[in-house]
């Protein structure tokens, strides 16, 4: 019963911080919006402002001649008069043509509110706050003593155990699949970026542990990012863009394209941001908004970057790191949001190649090392620091690519090969993650 109960409170708790995070993402937007309708009404005012004032200088030069001529009527200076009015008349002309500028000068501005019709058609689409799963479990005196869960900690060990091996190759597809991007979207549902031939986006459900869905694109994707539970974004770096999709219904949706003109490979959200690694010999980093605006752009000779290829940015949002892979420096760079260079990690094999990054619960990452050796999958602190970890086995020849990590089910989700560095990426290793 009490096992019951603590399980219903845990699912109130659930529905209810999703509605609050629903209720901050509104209220951000609203703010946004009613930023910009604020900011339409200064400039209008701001500009009415200054038709004012040149009205008004008319205004009183007008008043003054009127006068000066009234005067000269009265005392019948018709001398004085004949030149005033000459002098007069030309000025009014000057008048005239500034209050024809004036009249020309576009201030009043109709705005109106055209509703987002997205979040209406997701609403339809969507008639429940999310849905409610269960699963048989047996009675308390079949339920073996469970250990608690760690508490994550920089300081503590981590501990990987080899939950599940996945094929991609058994998805469709004409070639062998080249996994360089992964990124999880909900516990169950996993896009991946094929490089390969197939060029495309699949989305993998591991509670059917099948590919549910997968959209080809015209040239290969690298890598992508979640920009909520089912937005993302993709890097297409022969096209130099990035694609916008979702996924409705268990099924990818192409929403639109963003040209860059950079050759873009690794990429990460955080935000409303998205920070981009592209080029090669030398690379650069770009901040972006999500119309693409170029925010900051941190680029130079090969002391700051050689090849980016991926990038993430931490959970506090404070830091940017970055995989910089060459022949003859590899290493994670630490960055702030001026682009400069606060700590830096290399690993301890000479000639390692650096690949995918990710955060965990703990704030440490762990690092791809395109290579086949023992401490391939190192873990490092925020600080670049090196951290304790472990596999619970012996692991064989493999060569991990691309890493994601599924904070609500502690799992971790390695793309590798069995063979040689160059070899296709078919394969998807999934771990537990755990902490002592």
Request: net charge neutral; aromatic share 8%.
């Amino acid at each position: 019963m009490k096992a019951i109960s603590k399980n219903h409170d845990d699912v109130i708790k659930a529905i209810h911080q999703f509605r609050k995070e629903i209720n901050k993402r509104l209220d951000e937007m609203e703010k946004h919006v009613v930023k910009e309708a604020d900011n339409i009404l200064l400039k209008q005012q701001t500009k009415l402002n200054d038709l004012s004032t040149g009205v008004q200088e008319i205004t009183d030069k007008l008043t003054e001649k009127r006068k000066r001529i009234d005067n000269l009527i009265q005392r019948k200076c018709l001398d004085k008069l004949f030149v005033e009015m000459k002098e007069t008349k030309k000025r009014v002309e000057e008048m005239r043509m500034k209050q024809k500028q004036y009249s020309r000068v576009d201030v009043f501005q109709t705005v109106s509110f055209v509703k987002n019709s997205d979040i209406f058609d997701m609403l339809d689409r969507h008639k429940q706050l999310g849905e409610l799963i269960t699963k048989k479990t047996s009675m308390v005196e079949n339920v073996p003593v469970m250990k608690p869960t760690s508490t994550p900690s920089e300081d503590k060990t981590l501990n990987l155990e080899v939950f599940e091996d996945i094929d991609m190759n058994s998805s469709s597809g004409n070639t062998e699949c080249y996994i360089t991007g992964i990124e999880v979207l909900k516990p169950d549902k996993i896009v991946m970026c094929d490089n390969s031939g197939n060029k495309n986006v699949k989305c993998y459900d591991t509670v059917q542990k099948k590919v549910v869905s997968e959209i080809k694109l015209t040239e290969s994707p690298f890598d992508v990012a979640a920009i909520t539970d089912d937005k993302f974004v993709v890097t297409v770096t022969d096209e130099r863009s990035i694609h916008f999709m979702s996924l409705r219904n268990q099924r990818i949706v192409f929403d639109r394209k963003m040209n860059i003109n950079e050759n873009c490979f690794g990429i990460a959200y955080s935000q409303d941001k998205l920070v981009v690694s592209c080029n090669f010999d030398p690379g650069k980093v770009l901040v972006l908004d999500l119309q693409g605006k170029i925010l900051q752009e941190f680029s130079g000779d090969k002391s700051l970057f050689c090849f980016p290829l991926y990038v993430t940015v931490n959970t506090a949002g404070t830091s940017i790191y970055v995989s910089d892979y060459s022949y003859t420096v590899n290493a994670v760079k630490q960055l702030d949001w001026q682009g400069n260079v606060i700590n830096t990690y290399q690993p301890a094999q000479g000639g390692s190649y650096l690949r995918g990054i990710c955060e965990l619960d703990d704030g440490t990452f762990l690092v791809c090392l395109l290579q086949d050796s023992d401490d391939n999958l190192p873990r490092v602190s925020d600080s670049c620091k090196p951290c304790k970890i472990t596999i619970n086995q012996k692991l064989g020849s493999w060569y991990p690519e691309a890493v994601a990590y599924c904070k609500k089910s502690r799992k971790l989700y390695v793309s590798y090969c069995e063979t040689g560095r160059y070899d296709p990426k078919h394969r998807i290793k999934i771990f537990k993650v755990d902490w002592c």
